[in-house]
Antibody, heavy 121, light 108 residues
Framework: QVQLVESGGGVVQPGRSLRLSCAASGFTFSNHGMHWVRQAPGKGLEWVAVIWYDGNYKNYADSVKGRFTISRDNSKNTLYLQMNSLRAEDTAVYYC??????????????WGQGMLVTVSS | SSELTQDPAVSVALGQTVRITCQGDSLRTFYAGWYQQKPGQAPVLVIYGKNNRPSGIPDRFSGSRSGNTTSLTITGAQAEDEADYYCNSRDSSGNPGVFGGGTKLTVL
């Protein structure tokens, strides 16, 4: 069965960096685009970033552009999100999610359990 | 602010039919996805595209579109359908990855 397991979250001071990982199993990882979606406490869903199946295309929400970098290692079936210059407003549960297709569909058919990132001094 | 607008809250009597809507100019062109999220859990895709249900989603869930409004209909709502529901599609410029603000569904 499809599984997505995030790791790397925690508490970090403003301006510092953090890297999230998402280990995938149960499907051919290199066939699917992957996304990060976040949810601030008590708020709605916000799409963060996408990377296509082969890693050759990436796109970001304006709120994180220039600070966050999405990447993947298809040999390790793992997705990453490098988060730099973190701000208090980045505090959220971060989900990795599988694209229904190669990365262009933006329908998220499987989600990880979520990883809380808290940005606070 | 989101370019996809949802009613904050909707209620339905057990066993009755409820429609949850999502409005936006982009929806005249693009289809939406619908997600169900229960407290403390990750979202689940329940409808995508014109009216497609992922494997394992009950057939009481269906989708439709009219003009700038896309709807998720639950026919014969069950207690376990009580959750937050989010639509996602594109903004008015065609940029993907936009979510509606969410609708809290209460089953009475």
């Amino acid at each position: 069965q499809v599984q997505l397991v995030e790791s790397g979250g925690g508490v970090v001071q403003p301006g510092r960096s953090l890297r999230l990982s998402c280990a995938a199993s149960g499907f051919t990882f290199s066939n699917h685009g992957m996304h990060w979606v976040r949810q601030a406490p008590g708020k709605g869903l916000e799409w963060v970033a996408v990377i296509w199946y082969d890693g050759n295309y990436k796109n970001y929400a304006d709120s994180v552009k220039g600070r966050f970098t999405i990447s993947r290692d298809n040999s390790k079936n793992t997705l990453y999100l490098q988060m730099n210059s973190l701000r208090a407003e980045d505090t959220a549960v971060y989900y990795c999610a599988r694209d229904l297709g190669s990365g262009w569909m933006y329908y998220f058919d499987y989600w990880g359990q979520g990883m809380l990132v808290t940005v606070s001094s | 602010s989101s370019e996809l607008t949802q009613d904050p809250a909707v209620s339905v009597a057990l066993g009755q039919t409820v429609r949850i809507t999502c409005q936006g100019d982009s929806l005249r062109t693009f289809y939406a996805g619908w997600y169900q999220q229960k407290p403390g859990q990750a979202p689940v895709l329940v409808i995508y595209g014109k009216n497609n249900r992922p494997s394992g989603i009950p057939d009481r869930f269906s989708g439709s579109r009219s003009g700038n409004t896309t709807s998720l209909t639950i026919t014969g709502a069950q207690a376990e359908d009580e959750a937050d529901y989010y639509c996602n599609s594109r903004d008015s410029s065609g940029n993907p990855g936009v979510f509606g603000g969410g609708t809290k569904l209460t089953v009475l």
